[in-house]
């Protein structure tokens, strides 16, 4: 049972419920301490658009264990606010906290397109899928006025270049006219990350997010247009809900998802603070066991580093985690086909060649 009463202070509205110390900064005002009372506290925390002119917007990811290339993020922090997103880290290096500051002041790349199409002129680029969301999720509430993301599948499209989304807002299918063109060419994948179907968990866990139904409604829709969709049941956090696998699998696979993803929650740097922040005020009742069966999955801590073990865990809760998540995909016939995108269609408007539209 959620219990938010224990601690008046807590916000339903956001995910962390204070900043702690970003460690790169060796003077700012904080809150040191969640249950302080001063001016921080009525302060009114209201969402702030950090307008910014980025050099670069393309990365290579180096990590062995996580499943993609390249990426690319048209907005750091998120205002979806999940408690447990290993995005926050990355966002002291902006020079705000990995708390409140994460979910309330959101950097949006306002030339990212045109940082896109630089990057793909580029004659040292081969093809290779970019995914959208492999920091933060390219679908959150300003994308909504700013339409950054849809622009950038727009250029996707123009050039023919592969491309991975990966969300959990419902606002996806505003694009499905442009998703349906790149899958025309086998360029798109789409999936959705889907924690639970317990709405009560998702209002603390993942306060500004789309509902689960309606993120099913997404891969309903998705699937029936023919484009290929899956879903991540991530993170698994033991305690709070490991016990849903075999639910959200199976809605997931009558939703039409052919494939499915998992991750073992680990909470690295300044998350662990906040987590643990967060847990004693909406689960003060199992917030301790909850804490140890994740220490369990990760040798005696709450982050383990190490390529593979970071992502599924380690030792026997972990491994009866994997166990069920296998059992359940083979039961309602995920993971039975496998998705390739399209590097072979790839072109680059400068050589003369006409674009799509």
Known sequence: MINQKANHRFDKGRGAQFNPKNQYLKNEYVQEHSEGI?????????????????????????????????????????????????????????????????????????????????????????????????????????????????????????????????????????????????????????????????????????????????????????????????????PIIPGLNDNHIHDVLKAASEAGAKRAGYTVVRLNGAIGLIFHDWLHKSFPNRAEKVWNLITYCHQGKVNDSRWGNRIVGDGQFAELIKTQFNLYCNKFGLNKESVSLNTHAFRRIKDGQLPLF
Request: hydrophobic share 35%; glycine share 4%.
């Open 38 to 234: 001063d001016d921080w506290e009525q302060e009114k925390r209201t969402t702030e658009y950090i307008f910014d002119d980025s050099r670069t917007l393309v990365n290579k990811v180096t990590s062995p264990d996580v499943g993609m290339m390249y990426s690319a993020n048209p907005y750091q922090g998120c205002e979806h606010g999940c408690i447990y997103c290993y995005a926050r880290n990355s966002h002291e290096y902006w020079g705000y906290s990995a708390g409140v500051d994460f979910e309330s002041r959101i950097v949006v790349k306002k030339n990212a397109p045109a940082l896109l199409k630089k990057f793909f002129e580029n004659k040292n680029w081969t093809p290779a899928p970019i995914s959208l969301s492999g920091n933060t999720d390219c679908y959150q509430p300003i994308e909504r006025k700013m339409r950054i993301t849809r622009k950038l599948l727009e250029i996707c499209l123009e050039y023919r270049n592969p491309v991975g989304i990966l969300t959990k807002n419902a606002l996806v299918l505003r694009d499905l006219d442009i998703i349906q063109e790149l899958n025309k060419y086998q360029l798109v994948s789409v999936f959705s990350s889907i924690t639970s179907l317990d709405e009560d968990l998702r209002r603390v866990l993942e306060p500004r997010t789309a509902s689960y139904k309606s993120r099913l409604k997404v891969v309903e829709k998705l699937s029936k247009a023919g484009v290929p969709t899956g879903i991540m049941n991530a």
